[in-house]
């Protein structure tokens, strides 16, 4: 029975992860033939790649090692993703003042097309210049 409301939406999503949490570890022709069995509306599509392969056919251990070795990358703890805010302008998610688009869409705007894509040039030393001089070199 459905539930309604912000505690039914919590409550099917919760559902819906214990399902996808199941099916991890499963291969697809066990999933199609699961979705067949009970009559399921699914999906099926095969893989663009598959024409073109070297074998018609994977290797079961290798599916389950690259599932089991995605799962054992861990992101460094000094790694820290950046804090999202508002753009400006249009309110969008960003994680700079002014999003992407607004950005590019100003460069566009003022003639200076470069806005936006271009890395910001960072002071130092290199190559024939001395630090001395003020000048700055772009990486």
Same mark, same amino acid.
């Given at each position: 029975?459905?539930?309604?409301?912000?505690?039914? /939406?919590?409550? @099917?999503?919760?559902?819906?992860?214990?399902?996808? $949490?199941?099916?991890?570890?499963?291969?697809?022709?066990?999933?199609?033939?699961?979705?067949?069995? #009970?009559?399921?509306?699914?999906?099926?599509?095969?893989?663009?790649? $598959?024409?073109?392969?070297?074998?018609?056919?994977?290797?079961?251990?290798?599916?389950? $090692?690259?599932?089991?070795?995605?799962?054992?990358?861990?992101?460094?703890?000094?790694?820290?993703?950046?804090?999202?805010? #508002?753009? #400006?302008?249009?309110?969008?998610?960003?994680?700079?003042?002014?999003?992407?688009?607004?950005?590019?869409?100003?460069?566009?705007?003022?003639?200076?097309?470069?806005?936006?894509?271009?890395?910001? $040039?960072?002071?130092?030393?290199?190559?024939?210049?001395?630090?001395?001089?003020?000048?700055? @070199? /772009?990486?």
């Amino acid at each position: 029975m459905p539930l309604d409301g912000e505690e039914g /939406a919590t409550r @099917n999503r919760f559902y819906l992860v214990q399902i996808v $949490a199941y099916w991890q570890y499963s291969f697809e022709k066990d999933i199609v033939m699961y979705a067949r069995l #009970n009559k399921l509306d699914y999906f099926y599509t095969e893989c663009v790649y $598959a024409p073109d392969s070297y074998r018609q056919y994977s290797r079961p251990e290798s599916i389950l $090692a690259l599932i089991h070795s995605g799962e054992s990358m861990v992101i460094k703890s000094e790694v820290a993703l950046p804090t999202l805010i #508002n753009c #400006n302008r249009c309110g969008y998610i960003s994680s700079q003042p002014l999003c992407k688009a607004c950005l590019l869409l100003e460069g566009l705007n003022t003639g200076r097309t470069d806005l936006g894509v271009k890395k910001k $040039a960072q002071k130092g030393c290199g190559g024939e210049s001395s630090c001395e001089d003020g000048t700055s @070199n /772009a990486f």
